[in-house]
Each structure stands twice: as C-alpha cells, then as structure tokens.
C-alpha cells in the first residue's frame, strides 16, 4: 500500500507539471482557440494533444535522464530553430490568409485531424527550450536525477494527464463561449495568433542564421 500511495504522489505531480508547462499563454494556445472557433472543438483539441505528446516526449528526456538526447538537443539547437522556425512562419502565414467566422459559425472544409494534431506536435517538438524548462522544473520538485525507471514512467504519463487535462480545458472553455465571439473578435484572435507566430519563427531563423554567419 504505501508504494501505491507513493506511485500516486508521483503521478499527481507528473499532472501538476504537465498542466504547468502547457499552461502559459502563447502561439500554440491562440492557434488552438483560433481552430476551436473556426472549425469546431475536436480541431482545437486536436492541436493541444498534438503539443501534449511534444511536451511528454521532452518530459521523458528529463525523468529518464537521456543525457545523449539532452547533448543532442542542446549540439543542434541552431538546426532546431531553423526548421521550428520555418514551421512557424508557414503556420503564420495561413493564418493570416484565413477567412472570418460565417454566419453558423464553421468553416467548410476544415483540415483533418491528423494534420491539425501533426502541427501542434511539430511546432512544440521543434522547440528544445522545452526540456531545459522540464529539467527546471524537475529540480522544483525535488524529482530531479533520482527517479527510478518505474517512477520516470509515472511521471511521464501524469505530464502526458497534466498537459491534456490543460488542452481539454482550454478548448471546452473556448467552445462554451464561442457564439458569444463575434467576426471582429475572430480576426483580432487570428491575427494574434498568426502575429505571435510569426514573431517567433522569424526570430528563430533569423537568431539561427546569425550563429551559422559567425560558426
């Protein structure tokens, strides 16, 4: 019984960490409420789970301790930004050719699922900032270095529980309140959205391309 109580305390905390490392508000965010609004709720969940299994991926780098994953992540950041960069812009710039809200409120032939769950996980994938947060905080938590295979397991699928949890949230919220948003409020969401985006991946290109001119 008390390892089970232990396991549980492991797991609650795994949640309590992929909640908290979903939760702040950026570009990933904004693109999900723009396709819960724009397409319908399943979209916009769909890019949360896609960031979710991103986030449990770099989750599992820091609870395993992969330190060859780690050297990787941290020899080719400069690779990674280029191409989450790009990823970005792409993503940036279909969202700001996206049309306004019609009346009913849904787009006609929205992207698949797939494609929509594909690019939450590219663009939190390709951002390996990502696993020096979950190492931090791994250290607040007091989980960090010492966990054991089964413990790293738990705590990975509680950040998988936290992050979903935080997604699911996030969007239900945004699909309870969407009849009250109207077509102005659509485009000021998207092109914040896009804005954000876009910000972000020029910078990492632009960040990348600088320290292959001064390698």
Do not use: K
Not at 17 to 24: E, K, L, R, S, T
Not at 69 to 74: A, E, K, M, S
Not at 96 to 118: Q, Y
Not at 182 to 201: E, M, S, V
């Amino acid at each position: 019984m008390p390892f089970l109580f232990d396991e549980f305390g492991v797991l609650v905390r795994g949640i309590i960490m992929g909640f908290v490392i979903a939760a702040p508000v950026g570009p990933i965010a904004l693109l999900c409420v723009r396709r819960t609004l724009e397409h319908g709720v399943r979209f916009g969940v769909a890019t949360g789970l896609g960031a979710a299994l991103a986030d449990t991926v770099y989750g599992a780098v820091a609870a395993f301790g992969v330190q060859v994953l780690i050297d990787l992540l941290t020899g080719h950041q400069t690779a990674f930004r280029m191409i989450g960069g790009a990823f970005m812009v792409a993503v940036a710039v279909h969202g700001f050719r996206a049309r306004s809200l019609p009346e009913g409120g849904e787009v006609p032939d929205p992207p698949g699922l797939a494609a929509n769950f594909a690019t939450g996980l590219v663009l939190t994938l390709f951002n390996p900032l990502t696993v020096f947060g979950f190492l931090a905080i791994f250290a607040g938590f007091g989980l960090g270095g010492g966990l054991g295979n089964a413990d790293a397991a738990t705590v990975v699928v509680g950040v998988f529980l936290g992050a979903s949890l935080w997604w699911l949230i996030l969007n239900a919220g945004v699909a309870a309140i969407g009849h009250r948003i109207n077509d102005a409020w659509f485009r000021a969401i998207n092109r914040t959205a896009a804005g954000l985006l876009l910000a972000f991946g020029a910078y990492a290109v632009v960040s990348a391309i600088g320290e292959l001119a001064w390698a």
